[in-house]
Every structure is written in C-alpha cells, then in structure tokens.
C-alpha cells in the first residue's frame, strides 16, 4: 500500500474536534477549558478513554501531562510523538491546541483501522497548562520539561482564587511519576492552527514552521503626582498618564524605524488613582516585542531602557523593568524537511515560516528532534471564540501528520 493513499477519515476528526468542544463550550460557540479544571479533568478522562478503546497506555507524569502510547515492533526505540495542549484560555477557541491532541489520536485510529503496526512507538500527548491562562507562565509544564523553569516555583504558581498549581495538581487525579516524563524521541511533531491572517491571505494550505521567534517583555511604571483635576494649572501638573502617552507616541517612532518583521503590544495598563476628578499619579504598562533576529531584540531593549524620562513639560519619572524573555528557537531541520516534502509529495500548497506566538514544542526542542506545521486560521482570529479553521483545512494538516508518522514509523 503506498503511504500517500492513506488518508485520515475527515468526517471523524470533525465529530472528534466538536465532541472535544463540548468540554467547556461557550454560548458563542468557544470554550473555556482552564487548565486543572473540572472541565479539563472531564476532557482528559474523556481522551483517556478514547485511547485506551484503541488499544494504548495512557500514563501521566508529575506534571499532569499525559503520554498514550501505541506500541510498536521494537519498543526499546524511542517513540515518535504527535501532540499539543488540551486546555484553553478564557472563551478562547475550538481549535488551538485540541486540533495537535486530536491529530495524534485520529493518526493512531487510522493506523490501527488500516492494520498498520508501527516499528516504533506512537506516542500522543497533552501537554499540561500550555496556555497559563490559569497559572502563570505559558507554556508551564513543558517549561520544566526542558529545564527552562523550575518545578518548585511553578508549584507555587497561583490562580485567581489564591489556589497553587501544586494543589491543583494533587487534587487532578493526573499527577504521575516524574520517570513518566517525555525525556527522549525519535520526534515530536505539532500541528496548531496558525493563529495568524498570513496563510489565509496568501490563500496557502500549510505553513511548514521553521521556528519560534524571539521575544522581550518589559514592564514601565510612570509615577508623577495626584491633584485635583480642576484646580491644578496645567503648567504645574505632573500627570502621569499625559506622560506615558508622549512615551508610546515615541516608543512607535523609534520602533517602526527597525525592521518590518517586528511586532511589538502594549497590551496591559494600570492607571492610578483611575478617578476622574484626580490627575494620574502612577501608571504601569507593559510592552513586549517578538523578532527572529536577536540583534533587532536588542535593539528593542536599547530603546525600552533609554526610556528613563519623559518630556521635560511633563515631569515624571520612567523606570523600566525586564521581566522576561525568550531566544528564537530554530527547529530540528531534518524534521522540517520531511514535513516540508511530505506537503509537497500530497500536493497541498505551502510556505515555511516562522510562529510569532509560542507553542510547547518551543521547549521540547532543545532537548529531542521537534518541528510544527500550521493551517489556516479564518481572518487570522484565535484566544477569541470565533477562532475558525475550516474542516478542509484541518484534515489537510492532519494528512500531513499522518503520512509524516509513516515515514517515520514503518521504515
């Protein structure tokens, strides 16, 4: 039987993908899945159930994350991995992250349908807290996987409720064996809707993803002084919001004379007192900006820390502070390469690119072979719940994981 004339049953992953939704599904269609929900424990027992029903083991490690196996002719070899996160944000959508779950099980279900049996283990994964929605950082679990975060603080991380990921965790009924861990693979291999309007614009089928670019967040605090709102000449004010907007209005001029590819977001801002009879004395924003080129990263930097005060006629004081950030992250090129000749072999049109948002394989790829493809999102919408990926589109990106494991496992 030739590879490519395996295909994956399409009706079945769209009855798979809008049963999963039903976990946490929205009034408006999304779903909300926090991770170590009661939601999130009703879904994974519900995925447990559908692999042990194809003949899989299903384990958890210390992390919660979960690794069903189907087991192939020499299992001592290291498994071939397909997998992603099953939590979500805040009525977020019914594709990020589910669709990279979903496609390693409808690849197990079409090889075990078709009497195929793998030379090397399958294994697919759900990673846990991928999205911090809940506990803080993103991409947590796959974090420590890889040595990039430390456990103990992560235990420690809290929700909203004042409830620690390390009692979540104790309380799951998923918190597994440290030795479970993902720690060696032939590859690991994600599909994630792309979150993105360039596929869609370029009416292109896959993005084969060579990498995960680079990213700065800052924090700024802006402090002045509260007076009343109606008796302060303006000539003596020191306003800390009038100031942090001549500091935006700069920060734009001097960023959009870098590169092009560069994207930056002030996405969260705290004004204080925040009445509107009294002039702000303390605002605090933060500012993060993504390029695959380290040096446009810190160029960034250079203009974040020379913002130390603003105009003279405003008279506040800047401090910025580097919270955190990430090196772009080049993944496994025979990986990508395979990917790459597996959508061109099935005759799907592509380009490679790079993901500006972060993705768990990030991580795992510094330590086993990882590489990622995307499919199109419609008006690039995602984290919203009219994220859509049309069906077409995401049983061409599962086709392309399935003979991608093909090549991999029955050679």
């Known amino acids: 039987m030739e590879k490519q004339k395996i295909l994956i049953n399409a009706v079945r992953l ?76 805040k009525k977020g959508g ?30 697919v994964a759900n990673i846990t807290n991928e999205e911090g929605a809940r506990f803080e950082p993103a991409m947590m679990s796959s974090g420590v996987l890889s040595g990039r975060f430390d456990k103990a603080t992560m235990l420690q991380s809290t929700d909203t409720d004042g409830l620690t990921f390390g009692e979540a965790l104790k309380n799951s009924g998923f918190e597994g064996k440290e030795e479970n861990r993902l720690t060696d693979a032939a590859a690991f291999l994600e599909l994630h809707i792309e979150q993105g309007p360039i596929l ?14 680079g990213m700065v967040n800052y924090e700024i605090e802006v402090s002045g002084e509260s007076d009343h709102a109606g008796t302060t000449p303006m000539p003596m004010r020191k306003d ?53 080129d380290t040096k446009t990263i810190r160029q960034v930097e250079e203009i974040i820390e020379g913002l130390t005060e603003s105009s003279d006629k405003e008279k506040c004081e800047v401090k910025t502070t580097k919270q955190w950030d990430r090196n772009t992250v080049w993944f496994d090129k025979k990986i990508v390469n395979l990917l790459e000749q597996t959508t061109k072999t099935i005759g799907y049109s592509y380009k490679r ?10 991580f795992i790829s510094t330590y086993t072979p990882t590489a990622m493809i ?38």
């Open 94 to 123: 019914r594709f990020d992250g589910v669709l990279g779950v979903l496609t390693g099980l409808e690849v197990v279900r079409t090889l075990v349908e078709n009497g195929i049996k793998p030379q090397v283990p399958i294994v």
């Open 353 to 362: 690119m790079v993901s500006g948002a972060g993705h768990d394989s990030q």
């Open 14 to 89: 769209k009855d798979t993908l809008e049963e999963f939704a039903d976990f946490g599904r929205t009034e408006n269609n999304g779903v909300t899945r926090l991770a170590l929900s009661d939601v999130d424990l009703k879904v994974r027992k519900h995925f447990q159930s559908e692999c042990e029903h194809l003949g899989m083991t299903v384990v958890s490690d210390d992390m919660a994350n979960m690794y069903a196996t189907l087991a192939g002719i020499n299992n001592d070899q290291p498994p071939v991995v397909v997998g992603s996160h099953l939590d979500s944000v």
């Open 374 to 411: 995307f499919v199109p999102s419609v008006n690039g919408k995602s984290h919203a719940e009219d994220e859509l990926t049309f069906w077409e589109d995401c049983e061409n990106g599962v086709n392309v994981i399935l003979q991608t494991v093909l090549d991999l496992t029955t050679k």
């Open 200 to 213: 869609e614009s370029e009416s292109l089928q896959i993005g084969v993803v060579e990498g995960v670019v």
């Open 240 to 292: 800390a919001l009038f100031a942090t907007n001549n500091l935006i209005t700069e920060i734009r001029e001097k960023m959009n004379k870098l590169d092009d590819k560069l994207v930056y977001t002030i996405g969260r801002m705290n004004v204080s007192p925040n009445i509107h009879t009294v002039i702000p004395n303390k605002v605090v924003f933060t500012l993060e900006a993504r390029h695959q």
